[in-house]
């Protein structure tokens, strides 16, 4: 039975959330599903295009009817704000991934850096912490770097270079924060690469995964 699924945008997650669930509940079925033409589309049309929250609405039914998901956690920073308000009519709950992350972050100070290589998810990534600084009361005072150079060289498979660009970039900022926010999984890595040389860095895919896990859907599903 699989009761968890998420939706990437980007065939190269897969492995690494694989790798993150099982490494905290071994043995338990998982469901990924792709689809990277959401993520252009929202590129190209932006996030309050219909058109595209139709399309969304549609791709998250689709996974939990060929699946028997329970919960559907987008992995995709700019398309998280559109699957949290997806009605799964009681047949399933969408959640974005970034959430948990967002929440951490404003535990640890009120100086928040916000990172992100694509301007698609400087919005969404915002508002959500903006959103959580109000449900925690807390104060946020945001600051944004936008490496645009870096996302090139992920979609073209250099990942190393890709976290070079991003991890220069980081050192480059002058701007004194408690907090630097990684906006997009694919920029994970860069939170054990910069460990211990300034300020933490929060990735999605482990505290989204550690929530999503112990959400009732998933709880007690058998291994």
């Given at each position: 039975?699989?009761?968890?699924?998420?939706?990437?945008?980007a065939e190269v997650h897969i492995a690494g959330f694989e790798r993150l669930v099982q490494s905290q509940a071994p043995g338990l079925r998982v469901?990924?599903?792709?689809?990277?033409?959401?993520?252009?589309?929202?590129?190209?049309?932006?996030?309050?295009?219909?058109?595209?929250?139709?399309?969304?609405?549609?791709?998250?039914?689709?996974?939990?009817?060929?699946?028997?998901?329970?919960?559907?956690?987008?992995?995709?920073?700019?398309?998280?704000?559109?699957?949290?308000?997806?009605?799964?009519?009681?047949?399933?709950?969408?959640?974005?991934?970034?959430?948990?992350?967002?929440?951490?972050?404003?535990?640890?100070?009120?100086?928040?850096?916000?990172?992100?290589?694509?301007?698609?998810?400087?919005?969404?990534?915002?508002?959500?912490?903006?959103?959580?600084?109000?449900?925690?009361?807390?104060?946020?005072?945001?600051?944004?770097?936008?490496?645009?150079?870096?996302?090139?060289?992920?979609?073209?498979?250099?990942?190393?270079?890709?976290?070079?660009?991003?991890?220069?970039?980081l050192r480059a900022e002058a701007v004194e924060v408690d907090v630097i926010v990684l906006a997009q999984a694919s920029m994970a890595p860069l939170?054990e690469r910069l460990a211990g040389s300034g300020p933490p860095l929060l990735a999605s895919p482990v505290l989204g995964v550690q929530w999503a896990?112990?959400?009732?859907?998933?709880?007690?599903?058998?291994?």
């Amino acid at each position: 039975m699989t009761a968890l699924a998420f939706l990437h945008t980007a065939e190269v997650h897969i492995a690494g959330f694989e790798r993150l669930v099982q490494s905290q509940a071994p043995g338990l079925r998982v469901h990924h599903a792709v689809a990277a033409p959401l993520l252009e589309q929202a590129r190209r049309l932006g996030t309050d295009d219909p058109a595209l929250r139709a399309a969304l609405q549609q791709t998250l039914a689709e996974i939990a009817c060929s699946s028997g998901a329970r919960l559907l956690v987008c992995t995709c920073s700019t398309l998280g704000a559109l699957a949290e308000q997806v009605d799964g009519d009681g047949r399933f709950r969408s959640a974005r991934i970034d959430r948990p992350m967002a929440e951490r972050a404003l535990t640890l100070g009120s100086r928040v850096l916000l990172l992100a290589a694509l301007n698609s998810t400087l919005d969404p990534t915002r508002a959500l912490l903006q959103d959580c600084a109000l449900h925690q009361d807390r104060p946020l005072q945001l600051h944004e770097l936008l490496v645009e150079t870096a996302w090139p060289l992920f979609m073209a498979g250099d990942t190393e270079a890709y976290l070079d660009c991003l991890a220069h970039a980081l050192r480059a900022e002058a701007v004194e924060v408690d907090v630097i926010v990684l906006a997009q999984a694919s920029m994970a890595p860069l939170a054990e690469r910069l460990a211990g040389s300034g300020p933490p860095l929060l990735a999605s895919p482990v505290l989204g995964v550690q929530w999503a896990l112990a959400q009732p859907e998933v709880q007690g599903l058998p291994r």
